[in-house]
């Protein structure tokens, strides 16, 4: 069964996000010509145009086409700007600020180590949110970031200060295997409540 070209269209658009697509760039992703391309951008735009059900539209700026959301749903997505903490965090995310919380200041490299896997998506996640940001570079060759907690992070779990973070096992050392899970357990038994939106 082949996919329609305005299912393609719409996907990649989505998933391009704010940065959007150029006609060239959709050309060849689509494999299908500009004409084509341009038919079912005005058909979809349309649609999206006359649905009373659909919050998005195409935009097209300055050779770039983007899925938007439209005007009348703005007061709803400023709720979600204005409190991002009401989305809840991903155990990759937990994962992440936990060891950000106690390791702190840490660099993206450290963090991988620790976890054994990426943490790119889980620090854009946590920055956006305003639970942690960068606080420095580290020495040498590249100057990596460094992450540390923020203000709004001891307001989420309702600390006065880092201080108040429990300790860790005793046991704990830099070079286990789970040291991830290890900081994610106690994290998430310490902040169970807390955490709760």
Do not use: C, W
């Not at 409190?83 to 950000?100: D, G």
């Not at 450290?110 to 949110?129: C, F, H, N, P, Q």
């Not at 704990?172 to 038994?189: A, V």
């Amino acid at each position: 069964m082949m996919t329609h070209l305005s299912s393609k269209i719409e996907a990649l658009l989505f998933v391009a996000g704010d940065d959007g697509l150029s006609m060239k760039q959709l050309e060849f992703l689509t494999e299908a010509e500009e004409k084509d391309i341009l038919a079912e951008l005005a058909a979809m735009a349309a649609r999206y145009e006359e649905s009373e059900t659909s919050g998005i539209m195409i935009k097209e700026l300055a050779g770039v086409y983007q899925l938007v959301t439209k005007q009348q749903v703005a007061e709803t997505i400023m709720r979600l700007v204005e409190n991002p903490t009401v989305q809840s965090l991903s155990q990759a995310s937990l994962e992440v600020l936990a060891i950000v919380a106690y390791k702190q200041p840490i660099t993206r490299v450290e963090i991988e180590d620790l976890r054994g896997v990426k943490s790119e998506k889980a620090l854009y996640t946590l920055s956006g949110k305003g639970l942690i940001q960068e606080v420095g570079r580290a020495e040498g060759t590249g100057r990596a970031i460094l992450y540390g907690t923020t203000s709004e992070f001891l307001n989420y779990f309702g600390l006065k200060s880092l201080d108040e973070l429990p300790p860790l096992p005793e046991e704990l050392s830099e070079d286990q295997d789970d040291d991830g899970d290890l900081f994610m357990t106690k994290f998430q038994n310490a902040f169970k409540e807390e955490a709760k939106v």
